[in-house]
């Protein structure tokens, strides 16, 4: 299987860089790399380079009016900026912002190409997964969307039926607002509730329109969600789903800011869940795609102490079907603590004692549980 | 904010000698639950709702229909007279003429004739633009003394991060007249800071924000 596989890497990729105090930082790229391949995980022959992506490329799903204030952006009034989202606390300027961003949406399309025209049944690019970003507007920490670009790009060029799975803490808007209408590509959200977190929408009533009605699906959870109900109800929702679609590819966003060390997101998960969330990702690419999958990154903003673990199980659930445990390689650890604000893990998993204990757990599984049943709603229902 | 700010101006109408049929029609093809009725002027003389005009049709459960009651004249039927509001008048005066009358619409009326109407769903359109959740943010609740002053102190907190805020909601304290709770609807996907400065300023976060984190 693993010569099967293409991990996107190249250091231009960390030219993404908002400024060094925002939580946005693609050294997670490198820690996620060197976990892997200091597990003996990570082949050099695995790693392939990426293209950049052209203007006509990133068109598929962005204004050329907006692709133009980003390459423009330097040279514009603050004014005309925050109209397009850029400029602001969240998406600040910073130089060759517009290379920087479309380097990540040809991260992503060579992981595409490399499924779709080179023969691998998977690929991963952590760099992507920027799922804010709108046609017309920049949010959250994102430009350009390559996982909607990369989506289109599959439909225009081959026309297959796309499953995308986000399980960002934050709701993938900009994916789910680009095929909204559309019933050849099926959007499934998991995350915290937009009531108090950003961005605020991904309720479970957000559907889809027109033909796409019943195309997108939304599991908002409560704050504190937790290990147990969070693999339960992912798992029960995208099986029923993938059932119901029967997708010829999934592409997924591994956003991993679920996490309790998290510091933007309530939902106080531990490692557990990123064992289960691509488990269950290998599990439906093998049973509807013929193991077609593009991994993609996302959010995650402990970089230290969850994202490289959490991303480097991915690629070892794609490669082993299994997630590696026991002790983390002291060759990443003795090289990494001296950066390291914090003190790194030792092993794979979280130990239980340092998993917090959240009040009003059980009102919130009974919570959770209802969603997911409202959610299912269409599902269940046999269309002719 | 103003009737005319959020009324809608093209308005369906109907003469009160047009049939009962033809105003089922406008209902279904536009899909709107009142139609006033107007004279040649355009001055009011009556409003029917889909109520009225369910109540007029034979039921779906009666076979052999004689459907020729809705050839009658809708005048048969409209209310009169009617209630109306002025294109100057406040949104909050109609939501309480709504909800004292326990009606969802009204014709807006200047210079003695039609120009808009106003219905329930305007307003909770205009429920949902002040709550500030039609645009991307985050929800940040903070539990204050009911004292004069407290306003501008939390939100001088937010003003020192230079991040818009998109509402500002007071609620009530369940029923402690003591306390509010103070809603901040902010354009930020990273509210952290803002949380961090507000605790350390002994502020009281509501939920989520009240469980003390795990990671700090």
Redesign the interface.
């Known amino acids: 299987m693993s010569q099967h596989m293409k991990f996107v890497f190249d250091q231009s990729l960390l030219n993404y860089h908002f400024h060094d105090n925002h939580p946005f930082n693609q050294i997670r790229l490198i820690l996620t790399k060197e976990l892997l391949e200091a597990s003996n995980q990570l082949l050099p022959e695995q790693i392939i380079t990426p293209r950049s992506a052209t203007d006509e490329e990133i068109a598929l799903i962005h204004d050329p009016m907006y692709i133009h204030a980003v390459k423009s952006a330097e040279q514009s009034p603050i004014e005309r900026l925050t109209r397009f989202g850029l400029g602001t606390e969240d998406t600040p300027l910073f130089p060759n912002m517009h290379e920087a961003s479309s380097q990540i949406v040809g991260a992503t399309l060579t992981a595409v190409d490399a499924v779709l025209k080179n023969g691998a049944t998977q690929a991963v690019n952590f760099a992507g997964g920027l799922h804010h970003g709108f046609k017309n507007r920049a949010s959250g920490f994102c430009i350009y969307n390559d996982a909607a670009i990369a989506i289109k790009y599959i439909r225009e060029f081959f026309g297959l039926k796309v499953l995308y799975v986000d399980t960002d803490a934050h709701h993938g808007d900009g994916v789910q607002e680009a095929f909204y209408d559309d019933p050849n590509v099926c959007t499934f959200s998991i995350h915290e509730t937009g009531r108090y977190l950003f961005p605020g929408t991904g309720n479970v009533n957000e559907r889809g329109i027109k033909e796409g009605h019943g195309y997108s699906f939304n599991l908002p959870i409560d704050a504190f969600t937790q290990d147990e109900s969070f693999i339960s109800i992912y798992e029960t929702a995208l099986r029923e789903i993938a059932e119901f679609f029967q997708p010829d590819i999934i592409v997924t966003q591994n956003g991993a800011d679920s996490h309790f060390f998290d510091p933007l997101t309530h939902l106080c998960g531990s490692m557990a869940i990123y064992e289960k969330i691509p488990e269950t990702a290998l599990e439906i690419s093998k049973r509807y795609c013929h193991g077609r999958w593009i991994a993609l990154g996302g959010g995650g903003y402990d970089i230290w102490r969850v994202v490289p673990r959490a991303w480097a199980q991915v690629w070892n659930i794609m490669k082993d079907e299994k997630p590696q445990n026991g002790v983390l390689p002291n060759e990443w650890i003795n090289k990494w603590q001296k950066d390291a604000p914090t003190t790194l893990p030792l092993t794979w998993h979280d130990s239980e004692e340092i998993i917090p204990a959240i009040p009003r757990k059980i009102e919130i599984e009974e919570k959770n549980q209802y969603t997911l049943k409202s959610l299912l709603k269409y599902t269940q229902v046999k269309r002719s | 904010m103003h009737v005319e700010d959020i009324m809608n101006r093209n308005v369906i109408t109907l003469g009160s000698t047009d049939t009962i049929a033809k105003a089922h029609q406008l209902l279904v093809d536009h899909k709107i639950r009142h139609i006033p009725i107007v004279d040649e002027d355009y001055y009011i003389v009556g409003i029917v709702s889909d109520r009225d005009i369910r109540d007029a049709s034979p039921s779906i459960f009666t076979t052999d229909t004689d459907k020729s009651v809705l050839d009658k004249q809708i005048s048969t039927i409209m209310s009169s007279p009617v209630l109306t509001a002025h294109p100057l008048d406040f949104v909050e005066e109609v939501a309480r003429i709504f909800y004292d009358r326990e009606i969802a619409c009204l014709p807006v009326v200047s210079n003695e004739k039609l120009v808009g109407v106003i219905t329930e769903k305007d307003l909770l359109y205009t429920l949902i633009q002040l709550t500030g959740?039609h645009?991307?943010?985050?929800?940040?609740e903070v539990k204050v003394p009911h004292k004069p002053g407290i306003l501008p102190e939390v939100a001088s907190v937010f003003g020192n991060?230079?991040?818009?805020i998109s509402s500002v909601l007071i609620y009530p304290y369940k029923n402690n007249p003591e306390y509010k709770i103070l809603v901040f609807?902010v354009?930020?996907?990273?509210?952290?800071p803002i949380i961090r400065d507000l605790r350390s300023s002994g502020y009281e976060l509501m939920?989520?924000?009240n469980?003390p984190?795990?990671?700090l």
């Open positions: 959740t645009v991307q943010g985050s929800h940040i991060h230079g991040v818009n609807r354009q930020t996907m990273n509210p952290q939920w989520p924000n469980i984190e795990p990671r």
